[in-house]
């Protein structure tokens, strides 16, 4: 069972120096949920989650390089910052993806971060949200006192990762597995792309049927369907 809570960011942030903490803390955060996330479905063989683990960790590295080179390409902007997720399956970041800090939440770009599709054990392609505070668009000023803004629980309801503010997830990339309960994964094969669609009303291009319960906006206290 996976559930994502995201919390009201509760300050403004603004630029400042320190990117190399803010890195740290980057690197440490989406290394962690990676690792947890491959592992909270135990029905899962050891094998299965041991290839998911690539899976993600290959998505891990990708992200954080993206980040740390973001200000070689990007004037006048620190690292640090995010892709938009992927909303139509083509491997590209959607921008802009909400309001400025808003979390968002899609598939992997994986096309925008230099990948090939990125699969789970069940041949799904992986599912990713980010940050209000960390996406690049529209983005807000970061400092080194941005926390993140999710909390990751597991199937008992216990807190994982993120119990205290300074440690919750910026990000969080799963591999949601073959069809559980009463997801349906339809898709309209005219509007078909690589990893989802292209019509938001087909099955595959809404996260609750990739998430084995609700993931809960806190933000904006409404429910990611």
Same mark, same amino acid.
């Given at each position: 069972?996976?559930?994502?809570?995201?919390?009201?960011?509760?300050?403004?942030?603004?630029?400042?120096?320190?990117?190399?903490?803010?890195?740290?803390?980057?690197?440490?955060?989406?290394?962690?949920?990676?690792?947890?996330?491959? *592992?909270?479905?135990?029905?899962?063989?050891?094998?299965?989650?041991? =290839?998911?683990?690539?899976? &993600?960790?290959?998505?891990? =590295?990708?992200?954080?390089?993206?980040?740390?080179?973001?200000?070689?390409?990007?004037?006048?902007? &620190?690292?640090?910052?995010?892709?938009?997720?992927?909303?139509?399956?083509?491997?590209?970041?959607?921008?802009?993806?909400?309001?400025?800090?808003?979390?968002?939440? *899609?598939?992997?770009?994986?096309?925008?971060?230099?990948?090939?599709?990125?699969?789970?054990?069940?041949?799904?392609?992986?599912?990713?949200?980010?940050?209000?505070?960390?996406? =690049?668009?529209?983005?807000?000023?970061?400092?080194?006192?941005?926390?993140?803004?999710?909390?990751?629980?597991?199937?008992?309801?216990?807190?994982?990762?993120?119990?205290?503010?300074?440690?919750?997830?910026?990000?969080?990339?799963?591999?949601?597995?073959?069809?559980?309960?009463?997801?349906?994964?339809?898709?309209?094969?005219?509007?078909?792309?690589?990893? *989802?669609?292209?019509?938001?009303?087909?099955?595959?291009?809404?996260?609750?049927?990739?998430? =084995?319960?609700?993931?809960?906006?806190?933000?904006?206290?409404?429910?990611?369907?």
């Amino acid at each position: 069972m996976i559930k994502i809570f995201a919390h009201r960011q509760l300050s403004g942030l603004s630029a400042q120096s320190g990117a190399a903490l803010l890195l740290t803390v980057l690197i440490m955060t989406v290394s962690l949920t990676a690792l947890l996330l491959a *592992g909270l479905n135990s029905s899962r063989s050891g094998s299965a989650q041991a =290839e998911n683990l690539k899976v &993600l960790q290959t998505a891990h =590295e990708a992200l954080v390089g993206y980040a740390l080179s973001y200000a070689d390409i990007h004037a006048n902007r &620190l690292p640090g910052y995010l892709p938009c997720p992927d909303i139509d399956g083509d491997g590209l970041a959607d921008m802009p993806c909400g309001v400025a800090g808003e979390s968002a939440i *899609g598939r992997l770009p994986w096309q925008t971060l230099g990948l090939p599709p990125l699969r789970d054990i069940a041949g799904e392609c992986l599912w990713y949200v980010v940050a209000g505070s960390y996406k =690049e668009d529209p983005a807000m000023g970061l400092s080194v006192d941005a926390d993140g803004q999710f909390l990751i629980y597991d199937a008992n309801g216990a807190v994982r990762l993120g119990s205290m503010p300074a440690g919750q997830a910026i990000a969080v990339v799963f591999a949601p597995g073959k069809v559980v309960q009463s997801q349906i994964r339809s898709l309209t094969p005219n509007n078909r792309t690589e990893c *989802g669609s292209t019509r938001i009303s087909d099955g595959v291009s809404r996260v609750a049927n990739y998430l =084995e319960d609700r993931a809960t906006c806190k933000t904006h206290q409404s429910e990611w369907t």
